[in-house]
Structures are given as C-alpha cells and as structure tokens.
C-alpha cells in the first residue's frame, strides 16, 4: 500500500503511527499516512531560522523563476510519493479516491494550482501592490517616491488544510516566492496535493528545509498555528472559530456564500441564470465560493423554475466521466443525513423544494455504483422562512431562493459537514 | 537477557501457571474467610450458593464469580473493602477515573510497596542508581504515585522531591475551551521541574507522564542535566512515541515505560527489541495480578496471541481481590516472555467503542 511520510524539513520521517485512508468507492484500504506526534511537531518547530535561511539565499526573481519551473513538474512530471512514484495521472486518481471528486474536477484544480504556481510574478504583483521585488530581497525600496522598507514578520507559514478540494492550495503557493517556510498540515482524506507542489518545488531547486508537511491530529495543527509566526486554517466554524481573533492566523471557511439581485438587476436575472448555475454547482459544489443562496427582490419563482430544470438533469456518473458534475459522499449515511435535515426544514413550511416535482417525487439522494450522491436542488423560501438559515434581513420584500444541493444553507447544521475556504 | 528455548520457554509458563493456580486458591481463601475477608466479598458470597473456598481452585475457575463491577468500587462505604485481618492498620485510599462524577476507590495498606519494591527489582542499577534522588512531575493528590514513586526512591535509597499536576483541572479547562489556560498550567509545572531539576545535582532519575517529558525536554536536555533514567507512565503511550522519545528527547537516557493503575498494580516494559519496533509491551505482575486480551463481544473469550481485544484485569492480593474486571483500554494480547512467562499487553489505547471524545492534555 501506498505510504505518505512526514517531511520534517524536507526530510522524509516515516512515522509509526499511521492512518489507513479508503478508496471511497472500494471502501478498501487505499493509502497509509504518517501520523506526527505532537511532541514531533513542537520539537521541529522550535528551530524554524534555519529552514528560512535557505529560501532567504534567493532573490525574489529566482523563486519566481523556481515557482514557474515548479508549475511544469507539479502538472507533468513523475514525482515521489513516499516510497513509489507518481505520475500527474495516478495524482488525479488518488484525489479522486480519498475526496470523491470525479477525476475531471481534480484535473481542473490541478490546473488551478499549476496556474497559480506558473504566474507567480503577476500573483506577487497583486499581493504587493507592484511593490519593486528588489525591495523584498534588500528590505527597502522605493514606492510612488516613498521609502518603504519590508519585514518578513514570520519565520514560516503554518497551514492548516482542508480534504475539500484541491484549489485552495493556491493560496499557500506565494510563500515560496516570499521567502517564508512552509509548514503544512493536510486535510485528513487530501494528503496528495500538498505533498505534490512540496516535491515539485524541490525538484525545481528549492530548498528541501523549506517543506514541513505534518499530517497530525487537531492538537498538533493547532501546535502549527501555535508556533509559526503566520498562519492559515480551513474549516467549519466550530474548528476555526478559536482563531477568529488572533490577527496572525488567516480563517477560511466555512462558506456560506450567496448570490445577491440589487433591485436594479433583479428583473435581468435570465442574464445571470449561467453564473447562478455556475456558482452553486461548479466543482461539485465543493468549494467555500459555490454559491449557497440567491437573494433576490423579485421572480424568485422564476429563478427557482429555471434553476431546477437545469438540476434536474444533473446526476451521478462515473469518477472517469468527463461529465461528471456531482461527488458521492464518502459515508453514504452523511448525504441521508443531510436530506433528512431538509425535509426536517421544508416540514416547518414556508419553504418548497422546486426539484422535487421535476423528480417525479424521487428522493433527492441517489445511489450509484456503490456510493450516495446528494442531487442538487432549490430551496424557494421566503427570506423570513423558518429554519433555512443564513437569510439577512437587510432586504425588504424580498423573496429568497436557496438551493438544497451540496451548498444549501442548511449544511450550517451538519458539524460534520465542512466547507472549507476554497 | 539469555536466549530461551521454546521447551525452556514452555517449562517456565506451566511452572507460573502452577504458582498462579495456587495463588488463587489462597487468596480466595483468605477474602471468603470471614477471620480475614472483607465485608464486600463475605457479603457478596452469601448470593453466590457456592463456597467459593471449595468451588475455586485454578485461575480459570474465577469466572465462577463473573465479571468485576465498576460500580462497586464508586461510593462507599470504602471501609467494606478493607480486609478485617487490617482492620487495625492504617488504611490508605487511593483513586481512579475521578474526571467526572464519582471516582473509583481502592484501599491500600502494603500493597503499592510491595509493587513498586517488585519493579525496582527490574531496573537496572546503571540507568537508575541507588542511591539518586529522584524529581517526581505528575499527578499525585488521591493518585497512588503520590506515595508509590517516593516509595520506590526510597526503597533505592534516594530522596523524591515533587511537582503535583491535577489532571482534572488540566481537563476541565480544555473542555471549558480554555486551552491557553492549561497551557499556562503546564508551564507552571514545568517551571517547577526545572528549577528542582537544576538545583539537586544528586537528582538523577525522573518520573513523569509522557507529555511533560515532552515539555521538559523542550526546554532542557535531561542528559546534561544528569538525569540517567526516566520512569514513564500515567496515561496512554504509543509505540511513535517511544520511539520519539528514545531517538529524540532523551540523548541515551534510559527509558522505561510502564503501564499501571490503581486497580492492578505496575506492569513491567518488555526489554526494548529491534523486532518489536518500538511496541510498547507490558507483563503483568504476577501472580499478584494477570492482564488478559478478551473479545469486547464474548468476555469469556481470551482472544489469540496478536489479536486485538478489550484488556481484563485480575488482582489477587491479600488487600485487594478484583476478579476480571473489564478496563476501559484495548490492546493485543502478546505471548509469553522468558522473563515473564505468562500473557502480556501490546500497544495498551483506550477502548476504541468507548471513544467519543478524547481531552487530549498535559497530562
């Protein structure tokens, strides 16, 4: 069986505690992963200078440069994994088989990552406002006539990831180029893609001390958070709610997202129906930005009309399928029990689950080749409509559309449902 | 340790089985005899509608009682635990699984001497010298470490010097959400260590929990300090951190693990082998008491050599008589040992059905 170590500043570490991940559709053993000990992490931790030092040799143009060669490898080159190795192929089906998502879905974050990583000069640009790199390699520089100086202010950037989806690796990438460690601590059920692009910067020449990569419980995570001078956690509100106030550490999740009419643009929504449909089902609603709410003053009966015929044919297919739109759920006792929550909501009424006539009656949960698979569907609700949360009272008379698939809002409920940022 | 042959091997386990059997018999001659017993067990056999003075006669035969309570050690009155043939002697309680509610309760007159001088006997004079003092950081209050670790620098010939740590309030204080709190707390001990630690350079063997080592040795290399053995236990150790432990924390000290509880006693580590990879492998003092595998489903059933089951505890002491008792741990059950040639215990974790939520603190 496949085995993930740890990286211990680049260093593999294999562990003596392991975690056994299934193939969600097999539900046999799939992959094995490196458990640290919290005692490991802190021990590391506490020397992060050296692991600074290498990426501080560079010139900001070099890890650029290094990023972009980075890019190519993470998307077409061979690269460990552990003991064996991998091909960006076997990658995207060892996404696929501890995540659920389709093959096409990890091959299109994939790309999302690669994207990030290959335009690592523009990115750099947008988070520096087009601050001149040579002042990121002097510690001063010149801005509009300005002196302005820069001050790495952590040793390293600790993140905490989620299993989600793979995109929200590209919001770590930039650290590379900024010169600043990384210490990475994957979600249960994603261990593959932070592995990748740390192998794929070493073979580009980065520094291997550069990459601590620590699959490890809720303790030693919050052990990363703890010790690294800057931060990032995805998760629910519950797993992240104990860093909302700490100024080091940058919180995503748990979504929520929605989609809001002005009054002015509510009578075009025809114009919108493609980004609506866009927002909530796009990478199988996965992501902390699928939409889980349209808000709108006006035609919600009409948005909602038109929203379910194009659910309505959205359904299960193969993880190969190029078509595929949904992911099954792992534990196929989570999708009935999510279903269970809507109707538990849709029973207090004020609110109707427009698919459901499309559907014939049939329950929005399907079954298909082994797995469960929640359809996506809307929710019409008025905006005061009991238990279909989230609903803002800001906006009068309004009607309020909220579709019951992957994203709906009454996921709020579910602690053991995640959307982490992403 | 000399190679054992397996017919050596054998020859030795039905010889502990003997001694074993015979124990048995004269502990439960002593706990029924109503001269000697205590009023719990002479009460209890009055619904039996057997002697078990007659009916028990091997090991085996103490599933004749069934299984051991938990319950009848919450709440008192403790004194109907305490033997009549001690009725006159100083009488100590010493307690477990006090987080919530109400905790176990066990008498003690002699036996966590007589435990803790039995593994003295098993560690090696090198690593642990006579005559060192010794730093205890752990639990101590209602915990029998609070007298049983004194006890064994004594017993060497060294002097203990404490920090206490009270795991409930660590646990209360993560359950609150106050992590930074027990965090402080843990700190607070710490400190306390390192000065001691610092300041006796006759200290040169520690005991202390697994994730205050961690914390120490964060701070201070213990080799430099002069520590030359260290006495782990108190709460569950995973084989990843042993080796942690070995290969990282502690420069070549020497390390011992060890399982024990209120109830039973002090379980004796296995000798570290390459083979066994950092297992942490225990044997049960006997036949002052036995550590079995069982299956969860069919506690009657021992399950076989490398199979994993829910651990049952028997002790068999003159103090105390607790006839298999289901713990709240897991394990595998591992094959007799020359030095131990009875059943021992392989990677002891808390039941997994029982796992709902896990504190994970400093203690």
Same mark, same amino acid.
């Given at each position: 069986?496949?085995?993930?170590?740890?990286?211990?500043?680049?260093?593999?570490?294999?562990?003596?505690?392991?975690? !056994?991940?299934?193939?969600?559709?097999?539900?046999?053993?799939?992959?094995?992963?490196?458990?640290?000990?919290?005692? @490991?992490? !802190?021990?590391?931790?506490?020397?992060?200078?050296?692991?600074?030092?290498?990426?501080?040799?560079?010139?900001?143009?070099?890890?650029?440069?290094?990023?972009?060669?980075?890019?190519?490898?993470?998307?077409?080159?061979?690269?460990?994994?552990?003991?064996?190795?991998?091909?960006?192929?076997?990658?995207?089906?060892?996404?696929?088989?501890?995540?659920?998502?389709?093959?096409?879905?990890?091959?299109?974050?994939?790309?999302?990552?690669?994207?990030?990583?290959?335009?690592?000069?523009?990115?750099?640009?947008?988070?520096?406002?087009?601050?001149?790199?040579?002042?990121?390699?002097?510690?001063?520089?010149?801005?509009?006539?300005?002196?302005?100086?820069?001050?790495?202010?952590?040793?390293?950037?600790? +993140? +905490?990831?989620?299993?989600?989806?793979?995109?929200?690796?590209?919001?770590?990438?930039?650290?590379?180029?900024?010169?600043?460690? @990384?210490?990475?601590?994957?979600?249960?059920?994603?261990?593959?893609?932070?592995?990748?692009?740390?192998?794929?910067?070493?073979?580009?020449?980065?520094?291997?001390?550069?990459?601590?990569?620590?699959?490890?419980?809720?303790?030693?995570?919050?052990?990363?958070?703890?010790?690294?001078?800057?931060?990032?956690?995805?998760?629910?509100?519950?797993?992240?709610?104990?860093?909302?106030?700490?100024?080091?550490?940058?919180?995503?999740?748990?979504?929520?997202?929605?989609?809001?009419?002005?009054?002015?643009?509510?009578?075009?929504?025809?114009?919108? @129906?493609? +980004?609506?449909?866009?927002?909530?089902?796009?990478?199988?609603?996965?992501?902390?930005?699928?939409?889980?709410?349209?808000?709108?003053?006006?035609?919600?009966?009409?948005?909602?009309?038109?929203?379910?015929?194009?659910?309505?044919?959205?359904?299960?297919?193969?993880?190969?399928?190029?078509?595929?739109?949904?992911?099954?759920?792992?534990?196929? !006792?989570?999708?009935?029990?999510?279903?269970?929550?809507?109707?538990?909501?849709?029973?207090?009424?004020?609110?109707?689950?427009?698919?459901?006539?499309?559907?014939?009656?049939?329950?929005? +949960?399907?079954?298909?080749?082994?797995?469960?698979?929640?359809?996506?569907?809307?929710?019409?609700?008025? @905006?005061?409509?009991?238990?279909?949360?989230?609903?803002?009272?800001?906006?009068?008379?309004?009607?309020?559309?909220?579709?019951?698939?992957?994203?709906?809002?009454?996921?709020?409920?579910?602690?053991?449902?995640?959307?982490?940022?992403? | 340790?000399?190679?054992?042959?397996?017919?050596?091997?054998?020859?030795?386990?039905?010889?502990?089985?003997?001694?074993?059997?015979?124990?048995?018999?004269?502990?439960? $001659?002593?706990?029924?005899?109503? $001269?000697? #017993?205590?009023?719990?067990?002479?009460?209890?056999?009055?619904?039996?509608?057997?002697?078990?003075?007659?009916?028990?006669?091997?090991?085996?035969?103490?599933?004749?009682?069934?299984?051991?309570?938990?319950?009848?050690?919450?709440?008192?009155?403790?004194?109907?635990?305490? %033997?009549?043939?001690?009725?006159?002697?100083?009488?100590?309680?010493?307690?477990?699984?006090? &987080?919530?509610?109400?905790?176990?309760?066990?008498?003690?007159?002699?036996?966590? =001497?007589?435990?803790?001088?039995?593994?003295?006997?098993?560690?090696?004079?090198?690593?642990? %010298?006579?005559?060192?003092?010794?730093?205890?950081?752990?639990?101590? #209050?209602?915990?029998?470490?609070?007298?049983?670790?004194?006890?064994?620098?004594?017993?060497?010939?060294?002097?203990?010097?404490?920090?206490?740590?009270?795991?409930?309030?660590?646990?209360?204080?993560?359950? &609150?959400?106050?992590?930074?709190?027990?965090?402080?707390?843990?700190?607070?001990?710490?400190?306390?260590?390192?000065?001691?630690?610092?300041?006796?350079?006759?200290?040169?063997?520690?005991?202390?929990?697994?994730?205050?080592?961690?914390?120490?040795?964060?701070?201070?290399?213990?080799?430099?300090?002069?520590? =030359?053995?260290?006495?782990? #236990?108190?709460?569950?150790?995973?084989?990843?951190?042993?080796?942690?432990?070995?290969?990282?924390?502690?420069?070549?000290?020497?390390?011992?693990?060890?399982?024990?509880?209120?109830?039973?006693?002090?379980?004796?580590?296995?000798?570290?082998?390459?083979?066994?990879?950092?297992?942490?492998?225990?044997?049960?003092? $006997?036949?002052? $008491?036995?550590?079995?595998?069982?299956?969860?489903?069919?506690?009657?059933?021992?399950?076989?050599?490398?199979?994993? #089951?829910?651990? =049952?505890?028997?002790?068999?002491?003159?103090?105390?008589?607790?006839?298999?008792?289901?713990?709240?741990?897991?394990?595998?059950?591992?094959?007799?040992?020359?030095?131990?040639?009875?059943?021992?215990?392989?990677?002891? =974790?808390?039941?997994?059905?029982?796992?709902?939520?896990?504190?994970?603190?400093?203690?």
């Amino acid at each position: 069986m496949l085995h993930i170590p740890l990286l211990r500043k680049g260093k593999e570490y294999k562990s003596l505690d392991a975690v !056994r991940v299934a193939h969600h559709r097999t539900r046999e053993p799939f992959v094995e992963i490196s458990q640290a000990n919290v005692g @490991l992490v !802190r021990r590391d931790l506490n020397e992060q200078e050296s692991a600074r030092r290498t990426l501080a040799a560079f010139t900001t143009d070099e890890l650029i440069a290094l990023s972009e060669r980075a890019a190519k490898i993470f998307a077409g080159d061979e690269l460990p994994v552990g003991d064996a190795a991998q091909t960006p192929e076997d990658y995207v089906a060892q996404v696929s088989a501890t995540t659920c998502l389709p093959f096409v879905m990890a091959r299109r974050n994939m790309e999302k990552v690669r994207g990030v990583m290959a335009e690592m000069r523009t990115v750099l640009n947008g988070l520096t406002r087009n601050l001149p790199f040579d002042a990121l390699d002097r510690g001063y520089g010149e801005v509009a006539g300005q002196t302005v100086s820069f001050f790495p202010r952590a040793l390293s950037l600790g +993140v +905490v990831l989620p299993s989600n989806s793979p995109g929200v690796h590209t919001l770590w990438t930039p650290s590379v180029a900024l010169k600043t460690p @990384l210490v990475l601590k994957p979600g249960g059920a994603e261990p593959w893609t932070p592995y990748r692009v740390a192998q794929a910067f070493i073979k580009a020449g980065a520094p291997r001390e550069a990459f601590s990569y620590y699959p490890t419980s809720h303790a030693g995570a919050g052990e990363i958070l703890l010790r690294t001078g800057r931060g990032m956690v995805f998760g629910d509100a519950g797993s992240t709610s104990q860093w909302r106030d700490d100024a080091r550490v940058e919180v995503h999740g748990p979504g929520y997202s929605k989609i809001v009419f002005g009054e002015d643009c509510a009578d075009d929504w025809e114009k919108y @129906l493609d +980004v609506i449909a866009a927002s909530v089902l796009d990478n199988g609603g996965r992501s902390c930005v699928n939409a889980s709410g349209v808000w709108t003053p006006a035609h919600a009966e009409e948005i909602a009309a038109s929203l379910a015929e194009r659910f309505a044919s959205v359904s299960p297919r193969a993880d190969d399928d190029e078509g595929a739109q949904l992911a099954p759920f792992a534990d196929p !006792r989570v999708a009935a029990r999510i279903s269970a929550i809507i109707d538990e909501g849709l029973a207090l009424g004020g609110a109707r689950d427009v698919t459901a006539e499309l559907r014939g009656g049939g329950s929005r +949960v399907a079954e298909w080749g082994g797995c469960a698979y929640l359809l996506p569907q809307p929710l019409r609700a008025p @905006l005061r409509a009991p238990r279909l949360p989230a609903r803002c009272g800001r906006m009068k008379d309004e009607d309020s559309l909220d579709h019951g698939g992957r994203g709906a809002d009454v996921l709020r409920e579910l602690p053991a449902r995640q959307r982490p940022g992403g | 340790m000399p190679v054992v042959t397996t017919d050596e091997l054998q020859a030795r386990v039905e010889a502990a089985r003997g001694r074993l059997d015979a124990h048995v018999r004269e502990i439960v $001659a002593w706990h029924f005899d109503p $001269a000697t #017993g205590c009023d719990f067990w002479l009460e209890h056999a009055k619904g039996l509608g057997f002697d078990p003075r007659e009916e028990i006669r091997t090991y085996e035969d103490l599933a004749l009682l069934g299984e051991f309570q938990d319950e009848w050690l919450r709440g008192g009155p403790v004194r109907r635990w305490v %033997p009549r043939a001690y009725q006159d002697r100083p009488v100590y309680v010493f307690e477990t699984g006090g &987080s919530t509610g109400v905790p176990k309760s066990r008498i003690n007159v002699e036996d966590f =001497r007589i435990d803790y001088e039995a593994f003295s006997d098993t560690l090696p004079d090198e690593a642990f %010298p006579r005559g060192a003092d010794w730093l205890q950081v752990g639990p101590t #209050g209602p915990r029998r470490l609070r007298l049983a670790v004194e006890h064994l620098a004594q017993h060497r010939g060294g002097i203990c010097f404490m920090v206490d740590l009270d795991p409930r309030w660590v646990i209360k204080l993560l359950k &609150s959400g106050q992590p930074k709190q027990a965090e402080d707390y843990k700190r607070h001990v710490v400190d306390q260590a390192l000065i001691l630690l610092r300041a006796h350079e006759n200290i040169k063997c520690l005991f202390t929990t697994p994730k205050l080592l961690e914390a120490i040795c964060e701070k201070v290399s213990l080799k430099k300090l002069g520590i =030359r053995g260290v006495f782990c #236990g108190g709460t569950e150790m995973t084989p990843q951190f042993h080796r942690f432990a070995v290969e990282e924390l502690l420069d070549g000290v020497e390390f011992r693990p060890t399982y024990g509880n209120t109830l039973m006693g002090l379980a004796v580590g296995k000798p570290r082998l390459p083979e066994d990879d950092y297992a942490i492998i225990y044997y049960p003092p $006997a036949p002052r $008491a036995m550590i079995e595998v069982v299956d969860p489903d069919q506690p009657d059933r021992v399950v076989g050599y490398g199979e994993t #089951g829910r651990v =049952r505890l028997t002790t068999l002491t003159r103090e105390f008589f607790m006839p298999r008792f289901l713990e709240r741990d897991e394990a595998e059950r591992e094959p007799p040992y020359g030095l131990y040639p009875w059943d021992g215990v392989r990677n002891v =974790r808390p039941f997994s059905r029982f796992q709902t939520t896990v504190v994970e603190g400093v203690y």
